[in-house]
């Protein structure tokens, strides 16, 4: 006998309650057992309803959802709450003040839910696999945790696997996705703002989180980083965020590298995803180039790895202990491409470390 998941609601409109309802009855592992109209609600209805899972909306009368958050977090520490807003920029700014608070993940609503059937199919596909995989623990089909990944022994990884360590890194592409604002955070904050190598990053977020995303790490960490655009050059210190919604890559532009956005196929469901930059970065910059895979979902970004260490470059992941989840660092380290496995509050000084030299090189003369 299968195990249902139990699910909780909250959301001021009737009609969305609706929606998401319908959709999590087309799934037989999962059960609504509570409906809330408000944070408050929901906080009331919770020791009755005792939840596997939250889907929270973010704009409420009485008490709004990251608000509900912070009040949920002070009675159970671990019950995942995904928050479920619009693609706004009210709607990305709130999501992402949610996660600070507590939040585990976030969905965006379907837009143009009038179209019952597209709204159904948009949450199957965007909000159905986040409730199944946060409670992929409690479901007696599911497979174990971290995606069924296991290391050896959890802890992180010192040794060098290359023997490269008097080699410079030219560049730098960070791949991460679920628990990546803090992950990123924490890595650029411990990063000087003299850091000589150009760091591009994916990660995993919609249209207008992203832009958002850049705007809270410039003021959050004193760098300045910014949301790509097609043709920006790379040059010493540059911080780049793919937008949501397009592929980054890194092309050669004469004696020069620069960015460059596409709208190509989304890989392993994602765009951006973490393969077509890492890809190009070891085109351009070989066994000086560096992938980073961080906290995450999935298994996005184990292709992109790989053809960073055929290109002779390197690839650390973040270790099991530091990530919010371990699937995409953890499934590059089961394949083989990890050189390092590293918490996220050692990912900085390693960095530091290989960037020495950097500065004195233009990066041109460090690719291939």
């Not at 705007?215 to 760098?223: K, P």
């Amino acid at each position: 006998m299968k195990t249902e998941i139990r699910v909780m609601i909250c959301d001021d409109s009737a009609i969305m309650r609706r929606l998401i309802r319908t959709a999590l009855q087309l799934e037989k592992s999962m059960e609504v057992v509570s409906e809330a109209k408000h944070g408050l609600d929901a906080i009331e209805k919770l020791d009755e309803a005792q939840p596997d899972i939250i889907v929270m909306d973010i704009e409420m009368p009485v008490m709004d959802g990251v608000e509900a958050v912070r009040e949920i977090r002070k009675r159970n520490a671990t019950l995942p709450v995904i928050m479920f807003s619009s693609l706004t920029s009210r709607g990305a700014e709130a999501s992402l003040d949610a996660i600070a608070a507590g939040a585990t993940d976030f969905a965006t609503k379907p837009s143009g839910a009038g179209h019952i059937q597209q709204a159904l199919e948009a949450l199957r596909r965007d909000l159905v696999p986040k409730l199944l995989q946060w409670t992929a623990g409690k479901r007696s089909d599911a497979l174990g945790g971290d995606d069924g990944l296991t290391s050896s022994d959890g802890r992180a990884s010192a040794a060098n696997t290359d023997g490269s360590s008097t080699r410079h890194v030219a560049a730098v592409a960070i791949g991460v996705s679920t628990g990546g604002p803090q992950a990123l955070t924490k890595l650029l904050s411990d990063l000087p703002h003299s850091f000589p190598v150009p760091l591009l990053i994916a990660q995993h977020m919609p249209p207008v989180f992203t832009g958002l995303l850049a705007t809270r790490l410039s003021s959050q960490t004193g760098h300045d980083v910014r949301e790509a655009k097609d043709g920006d050059p790379l040059t010493a210190g540059t911080i780049l965020i793919a937008p949501g919604d397009y592929h980054l890559t890194v092309d050669r532009d004469r004696d020069s590298y620069v960015a460059r956005l596409n709208q190509d196929p989304p890989e392993n469901s994602c765009r951006p995803s973490i393969n077509p930059l890492f890809c190009s970065v070891a085109d351009c910059f070989g066994e000086n180039a560096l992938g980073i895979v961080l906290t995450g979902m999935g298994q996005d970004g184990t292709r992109g790895a790989k053809h960073v260490k055929e290109a002779g470059g390197r690839v650390f992941v973040q270790d099991k202990e530091s990530s919010v989840v371990w699937g995409m660092p953890g499934q590059v380290h089961k394949s083989g491409y990890a050189d390092r496995v590293l918490p996220i509050d050692q990912m900085a000084s390693e960095l530091i470390r290989i960037a020495k030299g950097a500065e004195r090189k233009p990066i041109a003369v460090l690719s291939k």
